[in-house]
C-alpha cells in the first residue's frame, strides 16, 4: 500500500493534515473546552508546547498516510519528552492520556466524516494507520510518563531518606521540620518467610504500610520495619494508626513510641528502638506499646551480671516443666490460686503442691513480698535473656 493512494472523495487524506499549526489549535481550544485539568493550565503553555506537540502528533499521522509506514523512535521522541514535562508538572496521567483520545477521534472525524460507500477501502486502511499511531502514541505517553514520576519519587524519597537519617543522628538540617516529634519505631511480622511469592508478599505490604501514613510522615521503612516521624498532636491516633497499618497491609505490626524535640530525635529513637526489641523478645501481641508498658523488662535489658544472677534463683525448677509455668502464670493471676488452676486446667491442690515444690527447690515462697520480688524479677530476667518459660502443663501432679 502506499499512502497516496488513501483518499476521500478523491482528495488525498494525508493532505487534509498539511495545515497542521492551525488545526492544533483547534485542538488545543477543544481540550481546554472538554478537559477541566487543562482549563487552569497557564495560557502560555497552551499556545506553546501543548500546541506544539499537537501539531507534531499531526505531522506524523499525515507521514504515515502519506507513506503507510509507522512512526519510527525519532519520531516518538518529542512526544515522550513533553509526557516527562507533564509529570513533571504533575498533570494527572488520565488527563494526558485523555487528550491524545480526544485529539485522535476529533481527527479521525474530520478526515473521515464525508467518506462515500466507494471510499471503504481506503477507509478501513486510513484507520488501521490511526489506530497503530494510537497503540504507539499511548504506550510510548504512559512509558516516559511513568518513568518521570518514578524519577522524581526516587528522589523525593531519597530526599526524605536523608533528612531523616540526618535527624536520628542529630545531624543539623536546613529544611524547617517543626520542634518536637513522634517517634514511632516499627516491626512488620506475619509475612510469608518462604516461596516464591515471599519478596513480593513483604513489597507490597510495605507499600501498603507506606500508602497508609500521612503523606507527610517522614519515615525509612523496609520490609521487616523501621522508624516514622510524625507529628507530636497524633499521640493520641496512635493506637488507630498502628490497628489501621497492620489491616491495610494484611500483617502483624508491632510498635513503640516516644516523643522529644528535634534536638533529643536521636536518644528518642533509642528508647523506642529498645522498647520494640524488648516486646518482641518478650513475644508480646502485635500492638502500640510504651516504655511504661515494660519497665521492668525494659531495665533488665540492660543486661549486667545482676540480669544472669536473677534468673539463677530460678533454675532449680528448670528440671520440672510444670513449676516454672505454673509459678509465672500464679503471679500473673495475682496469686490467685483458683484462676491459676482454672488456666492451667488443674486442681487448685495441685497449684498448692507446685508451690510448695518451688519454695523447697529455691527457698523462695510467693507468700512472702521480699522473695515476690525476687521471683518476678527472675521471670523478667529469663525473659530477657532468652531462657525458656514454658513446659508441659497438663494435669499431672509434676
Known amino acids: 500500500m502506499t499512502g497516496h493512494k488513501l483518499t476521500v472523495n478523491g482528495r488525498p487524506l494525508h493532505e487534509q493534515l498539511v495545515r497542521g499549526r492551525s488545526i492544533a489549535r483547534d485542538l488545543v481550544a477543544r481540550f481546554v473546552e472538554e478537559i477541566p485539568l487543562y482549563q487552569a493550565l497557564p495560557r502560555e503553555e497552551l499556545d506553546g508546547d501543548i500546541t506544539r506537540i499537537t501539531a507534531t502528533n499531526l505531522r506524523i499521522v499525515e507521514r504515515m498516510l502519506r507513506t503507510g509506514l509507522p512512526p519510527t523512535e525519532a519520531d516518538l521522541g518529542d512526544l515522550a519528552t513533553s509526557a516527562a514535562r507533564r509529570a513533571t508538572e504533575g498533570v494527572p496521567l488520565g488527563a494526558v492520556l485523555t487528550a491524545y483520545s480526544l485529539g485522535i477521534r476529533a481527527m479521525w472525524h474530520a478526515l473521515l466524516d ?29 512509558t516516559a510518563y511513568a518513568e518521570e514520576r518514578q524519577t522524581i519519587f526516587g528522589h523525593e524519597r531519597d530526599a526524605r531518606h536523608a533528612l531523616v537519617s540526618a535527624l536520628l543522628a542529630g545531624e543539623p538540617v536546613g529544611s524547617r521540620v517543626g520542634d518536637r516529634h513522634l517517634v514511632l519505631a516499627l516491626a512488620i511480622g506475619g509475612v510469608p518467610e518462604d516461596g516464591a511469592d515471599a519478596g513480593i508478599a513483604a513489597r507490597r505490604a510495605l507499600r501498603r504500610v507506606q500508602d497508609e501514613l500521612d503523606p507527610t510522615a517522614l519515615h525509612l521503612l523496609d520490609t521487616t520495619g523501621g522508624v516514622a516521624l510524625l507529628p507530636p498532636d497524633q499521640l493520641d491516633r496512635l493506637p ?3 490497628a489501621r497499618l497492620g489491616a491495610a497491609a494484611g ?14 530525635l536521636p536518644e528518642a529513637h533509642r528508647r523506642a528502638r529498645d522498647v520494640l526489641d524488648t516486646v518482641l523478645r518478650l513475644g508480646r501481641p502485635p500492638g502500640l506499646y510504651r516504655l511504661q508498658d515494660v519497665l521492668l523488662e525494659y531495665q533488665l535489658g540492660q543486661v549486667t551480671p545482676a540480669t544472669a544472677a536473677l ?18 502464670v500464679h503471679l500473673a493471676e495475682d496469686l490467685n490460686r483458683r484462676r491459676t488452676a482454672a488456666r492451667l486446667h488443674i486442681h487448685p491442690n495441685t497449684v498448692d503442691y507446685r508451690l510448695r515444690r518451688v519454695v523447697a527447690l529455691t527457698g523462695l515462697d510467693p507468700a512472702r513480698p521480699q522473695d515476690l520480688q525476687h521471683i518476678g524479677a527472675a521471670l523478667a530476667a529469663r525473659r530477657v535473656i532468652g531462657l525458656p518459660l514454658k513446659g508441659g502443663t497438663g494435669g499431672a501432679a509434676g
Open 311 to 328: 534468673a539463677a534463683l530460678l533454675d532449680p525448677l528448670a528440671g520440672n516443666p510444670d513449676l516454672l509455668p505454673t509459678l509465672e
Open 114 to 142: 464525508d467518506a462515500a460507500p466507494e471510499d471503504l477501502a481506503d477507509v478501513l486502511a486510513a484507520t488501521d494507520l490511526v489506530f497503530r499511531f494510537q497503540q504507539t502514541a499511548v504506550s510510548v505517553v504512559a
Open 240 to 242: 488507630a494508626l498502628v
Open 251 to 264: 500483617v502483624d505490626i508491632t510498635a513503640a513510641h516516644d516523643a522529644a524535640d528535634t534536638a533529643d
